[in-house]
């Protein structure tokens, strides 16, 4: 396990900011977007009442997802979306009327600031966090669509290499729901990485979740779409998250170029 000291905060834009967008070529057929980049809490949100060192674990983000989102947009000159706020604050990967929205206990943390959140304070963050990272993928979405073919969707996320101290066999997995135009190559081409990948078919979750980000922008425009898991000790330090980055890119190139 990676100890909090070697995950720090995030450097987070200012709570007025709540989304990051990479520049890349909008026609290229592909956006990439990172619904947990960020373990930031503004200021003016107390904390939340959490414990600093719970701003190191999964439950704050997902470790190493948004440097690898941003390797992987640079490599293939495609744009990318990323939140700056950590899903504590509110999650962009659920419906609005999901009750994990806004957590009020994630993986045995108690989140006080959350506790007696009521549906005024809840519709306040979606205003402030959730409505405009939803704003910012549509307008990736529009501007791709404007200038070349309908761009496939894939969202980058990682996982713990524990679950209730089970261990998980899968470096990476691929989740999606019926669609498989994406996940279905993506998978296939994992399988046969020369090192040897154990590849989650739908794990180390299901996908399919209702209302959430691929659910919002790309099942409901009928784009191809993937919801990319990989392990987090993998992709914790700069060295596996250029490894990953880079595996990816390899893999969606030959997709780019053949975009039917």
Known sequence: MTSSAALPRTDPLPPEQ???????????????????????IPDDLGRLGVPEPEFARHIAYD??????????????????????????????????ED????????DGAII??????????IAERIRRFYAPYDRAVD?????????GPPP?????????????????????????DGDERLSRPLIEALQADPAGLTVGDNQPYGGGLPGDTVDRHATARGLPNALVEIRQDLIAGAEGQEEWAQRFA????????RPA
């Open 99 to 106: 009750p994990t929205l806004v957590m009020r206990l994630s």
């Open 18 to 40: 709540p989304v990051e967008t990479i520049p890349g070529h909008p026609g290229r057929g592909l956006l990439v977007l990172c619904d947990h980049a960020s373990n930031f």
């Open 139 to 147: 307008a990736a979405i529009a501007a791709a669509q404007e200038t």
């Open 152 to 176: 496939m969707i894939l969202t980058m996320h990682s996982f713990t290499p524990f679950w209730r101290g089970v261990a998980r066999p899968w470096q990476v997995g691929i989740l999606y």
């Open 250 to 257: 390899a893999l969606l190139r030959p997709m780019l170029a």
């Open 112 to 121: 006080p600031g959350n506790a007696r959140i009521d549906a005024a304070g």
């Open 63 to 96: 470790i190493g997802a948004a440097a690898v989102t941003r390797r992987l947009a640079a490599l293939l000159d495609v744009p990318a979306v990323l939140t700056t706020f950590s899903r504590l604050v509110i999650d962009p990967n659920r419906g609005r």
